[in-house]
């Protein structure tokens, strides 16, 4: 008989996860799984709806990275109706992307990241959080989060029409332009973005790289997995978030291939397992052999690590020296440390707020020319993004007049979502001993095998109260509960 | 004294939705009825003389909901709740301190934090936030299935949670009006 250990959920407002851990009789881990579940029918939601209210409708999906389906869906409809966005279409929508990114990573790790290592990972849990991350290293710290927060929003609201859920992308390019005078606003909030990335960057470099036991934690076995790795890149192989092809690395680090979103299908299959609904994307060429790494297993994965390892280097200058300095502190390419995401996420950061910069000092994002209309007849299309957690897929196929006849989506945690299961499984596997107590700290190692990957599980409900108490109950051979923990 | 009414959720994930729904409902009555003739939508900068109250549907939690609400002194939330304990479709009126931090101080998805602790974030900021946030919950039934449509119980409790915001916007301005007056 085997005991039965439940983390539920870990997360919420993504969407539960759970995450479940079966003992043997000897008290180590038997099997783990981490299930999600599935927000049910939202490709049958849009089916009858006219592409352009996709990227409005997609947005909604997820209460993290509307911008994301935004930029997604808006890219899909382009594909759909056959029309390329000039120029300053496609620097706007950017702009909005690399601001949003500046946004997203600030809050994932300084909320997230930040309190298992500035407080360190066994600290007490009413400590280990961002509020005890704002304690320890100063007020300023969260004034500017909460700036770097708003800079975010503000270009996305100039953009986008509106905050968090932008409105103005359709097929073609954008419903409105911007002014001169606020590029220069756009332009001066990206410069202090620049700072805070640095910021974030040597704070960084101050409290884990100079700390031996973190930089041991982050190069030890227990989150180190060795699979694929994808990421959207340009022209010149250098990571880029908004357009570009997909770059597929084994687990050496070399490039297999490259492939445009309309290729996506002949790489990427899905593979399903009973006792989840989610499915398990996997590279096709490859085949699936199961949850485990190594150059024959399809496993792959999807983050900031990932692009940086599917990547040749950085498209900006700073960025492209952080890039230099990671790989040639971490033994070289590819990095495997899951727990060096957070790392590769601040680099993503620096090179979003330098993005940012670039795009608004070009006048011509000012321009008049935003939207071309389109002119062909809707068939089919995908649009690809760099997710801030993964590659995002959209699909749409439509009749003459542009309805949705079909439409499937793969969101960015979706890619992750083996790898996701192995280092849960890894970690639980090796901290979980016989006869030992299973305590809070040990937990919270486990969580941090997946908070890495920035896991979104679908769906923006802020049904309250909110959460249930993340709670561990363990059960003895007769399903007996013996221990209960509760956070 | 400036106050927000916001509608909290997703509106195309089921009862999720029902913060929307009754937030636009107190607009439509505060027009009909001209309840509170300084109400209005949020964003509306055409006003003639200042408003004290903005009303607002928003797909936000955490740490932006947190940003939303500054510069307001009294906030109203409204949104679907599951405890499980309730009938679908109560109305249940509540301060944000009576419900349980789900946190409590911990990060509560894998994403952001809870709204309590992004609201003590930024009162130790220094961030003018609202001194009272009331909640009006609506116990709902179905929020993981993709749908405009709210489950029936949930959509008759929509004129009583509509009632419900407008008796505690009359609770915050009636004892200002009536000091105003004398």
Known sequence: ?487 | MRTIVIGLGNPILGDDGVGWKVAQAVLQRNETESRFSLLQPAGCKEMHHPCPVEVECVSLGGLSLMERLIGYDRAILIDAMQTGQRPVGTVHVCTLEDLPNPSAGHSTSAHDTSLMTALEIGRRMGLHLPSQIDVVAIEAEQVYNFSEDLSPPVAAAIPQACQAVLNLLKSIYDPLEHKESA
């Open chain 1, 1 to 487: 008989m085997t005991q039965r250990i439940t983390i539920d959920p870990i997360t919420r407002l993504e969407g539960h996860g759970k995450i479940e851990i079966f003992l043997n009789e000897e008290g180590e881990v038997a099997n783990t799984y981490f299930q999600i579940p599935e927000l049910r029918g939202f490709e049958r939601f849009c089916v009858g709806r006219p592409i352009e209210e996709m990227p409005l409708l997609t947005n909604r999906i997820c209460g993290v990275c509307p911008e994301a389906h935004h930029m997604a869906a808006a890219k899909a409809a382009d594909a759909v109706y056959h029309v390329d966005p000039p120029r300053t279409a496609k620097m706007l929508r950017e702009l909005l992307y690399s601001a949003f990114y500046v946004t997203d990573h600030t809050t994932h790790f300084y909320a997230l990241a930040g309190p298992d290592f500035v407080m360190g990972p066994d600290a007490p849990v009413a400590e280990r959080n961002i509020l005890g991350v704002i304690h320890k290293v100063g007020l300023e710290i969260g004034s500017k989060v909460i700036r770097a927060r708003k800079y975010g929003h503000t270009v996305v609201e100039i953009i986008g029409g509106r905050k968090v859920h932008p409105c103005t992308s359709i097929p073609g390019g954008l419903t409105k332009g911007i002014t001169e005078e606020q590029r220069l606003e756009i332009l001066e909030m990206g410069k202090w973005a620049v700072e805070f990335a640095q910021f974030s960057l040597k704070l960084f470099s101050d409290i884990v790289l100079s700390n031996k036991a973190y930089v041991d934690l982050i190069l030890g076995d227990i989150y180190t997995h060795r699979t694929y790795y994808i990421g959207t890149v340009d022209e010149n192989n250098r990571v880029n978030f908004y357009d570009g092809k997909v770059s597929v690395v084994d687990p050496q680090g070399n490039r297999i291939g490259k492939y445009a979103p309309h290729e996506y299908t002949e790489w990427i299959a899905e593979h399903v397992e009973p006792w989840t609904y989610l499915k398990f994307p996997y590279l096709k060429k490859v085949g699936w052999k199961g949850f485990v790494d190594g150059k024959d297993s399809g496993v792959y994965c999807a983050t900031p690590l990932s692009r940086l390892n599917a990547a040749d280097g950085m498209a900006t200058p700073r960025a492209q020296e952080e890039y230099e300095r990671f790989y040639a502190t971490l033994g070289g390419k590819p990095v495997h440390q899951r727990l060096a995401t957070h790392w590769a996420r601040l680099i993503e950061l620096l090179y979003a707020a330098e993005r940012w910069v670039e795009l608004a000092s070009d006048p011509e994002v000012a321009g008049p020319n935003f939207h071309t209309v389109p002119t062909e007849m809707p068939t089919e299309g995908v649009g690809i993004v760099e997710a801030p957690r993964g590659t995002l897929t959209h699909h749409y196929r439509t009749d003459e007049r542009g309805i949705v006849t079909k439409a499937n989506l793969i969101v960015g945690t979706t890619n992750n979502y083996a790898p996701i299961s192995m280092s849960i499984n890894k970690a639980a596997r090796t901290l979980i001993k016989k006869g030992q107590q299973i305590t809070e700290p040990i937990l919270n190692m486990i969580e941090m095998a997946f908070r890495p990957y920035d896991p979104c599980f679908g769906c923006a409900t802020h049904t309250l109260p909110g959460q249930m108490p993340l709670e561990v109950t363990i059960r003895n051979a007769q399903g007996e509960v013996v221990q209960v923990l509760k956070r």
